[in-house]
């Protein structure tokens, strides 16, 4: 299995499903599983429940999905903020896609309605770049940098860096 982690913006589903597309496996994304089990929106669950129930939600979603999936799996950009998840990536393939302020407020857009982004959404970037990149880095077993470049180029560069540990 190979998890996917960074930031909003990073790239971690356009990649996962393109790795997992290049790799003949399946793709599963934590996010996608949160909304599926709630039926409603990640946004929806932080506004009628709290973003601890968010969390607590999520955690559970990234331990059912890393116990039950054989693919690429892409989590939530801060699900590794919980010390249960991170010891469950220990041992397991985790790339995280590092992006830069800028590159991440293109990609996200200052329109966000992504429930972390309320206000001013490029110094909450820059707030959530600062606060996770270092637990981003200690929990990666590869990293590699997305900005400037197209999701093609991203998901050519996982396949070699874990080509060469392999």
Known sequence: MIVLIGPMGAGKTTVGALLAEQLGVTVR??????????????SEIFVDSGEDA?????????????ATHDGVLSVGGG???DPT?????????????RVGLSDAVKRVGL?????LLLGNVRSRIKALLDERTPV?????????DTDGRSPAEVTAEVVAALGARA
């Open 29 to 42: 994304d934590t996010d996608q599983d949160v909304e599926a089990a709630e039926g409603r929106p990640i």
């Open 54 to 66: 968010f969390r607590d939600l999520e955690r559970e979603a990234v331990a059912t999905a890393l």
């Open 79 to 81: 699900a590794v903020l």
């Open 85 to 97: 998840t991170r010891e469950l990536l220990a041992g397991h393939d985790v790339v995280f896609l």
């Open 111 to 115: 329109g966000s309605a992504r429930p």
């Open 136 to 144: 981003y880095e200690s929990v990666a077993t590869v990293v590699v």
